[in-house]
C-alpha cells in the first residue's frame, strides 16, 4: 500500500505492507538513519520519534496509522541549522559515550521539555523511559536542568 506521511516538514511517499513499522519506512524509504532500531518492541527507545510532538516509539507503530499526523526525527529536530537546545546541551555535558541511544533520548528529551518546561528529576525519571546501556543518565540529567536554568526551554520546540 502506499502511505503519505508529512516527516520534518515535508510530505512523503512510499509503498509498504499495511503493518510496516514506522522506523523502517524513516529508515529504509526516506533514508533518515539518526532513528535506530533497538529492541522492536517498543522498550528501550532509540527510535523514539516526535508525532505531532508527542515523543513515540516508531518500531511498534504501523506508518499507515499515522499518515495525516506531522512526525519529526532527529534529523528535523534542529531549525535554521541551528542546534535544537537539547542537542546542543548534549554537547555542552558530553551526555554521549557510544551513542547509540542518544538520538531517541534526545527526542525523548525534547518532548519532555515541551511539555514541562521546568522539571523535577521525579518527572525526568518517569518521562524518560529510554534505556542507556552505557549509563549516561546523570549526564542526561545535568543537560537537562542546564537547559532549564538557562532558560531554553521557555522556546525548546523550536530552538
Known amino acids: 500500500m502506499q502511505v503519505t506521511l508529512s516527516i520534518n516538514g515535508e510530505i512523503r511517499d512510499a509503498e509498504v505492507d499495511a503493518d510496516t513499522p514506522l522506523l523502517w519506512v524513516i529508515r529504509e524509504s526516506f533514508g533518515l538513519t539518526g532513528t535506530k532500531f533497538g529492541c522492536g518492541i517498543a522498550a528501550c527507545g532509540a527510535c523514539t520519534v516526535h508525532i505531532n510532538g508527542l515523543a513515540t516509539r516508531s518500531c511498534a507503530i ?13 534529523e528535523g529536530l534542529a531549525t535554521n541549522e541551528q542546534r535544537h537546545a537539547v542537542q546542543q546541551a ?13 538520538s531517541g533520548m534526545i527526542m525523548a528529551v525534547a518532548a519532555l521539555l515541551a511539555n514541562h518546561p521546568q522539571p523535577t528529576d521525579e518527572e525526568i525519571d518517569a518521562g524518560i ?21 538557562a532558560g531554553a526551554s521557555r522556546n525548546v520546540e523550536g530552538a
Open 62 to 74: 504501523p506508518a499507515a496509522s499515522v499518515q495525516g499526523q506531522e512526525i519529526t526525527t532527529i
Open 129 to 149: 523511559t529510554n534505556i542507556c546501556r552505557c549509563g549516561t543518565y546523570e549526564r542526561v540529567r545535568r543537560a537537562i536542568h542546564s537547559i532549564v536554568q
Open 90 to 102: 548534549w554537547i555542552e555535558h558530553q551526555v554521549p559515550q557510544c551513542g547509540y541511544c542518544q
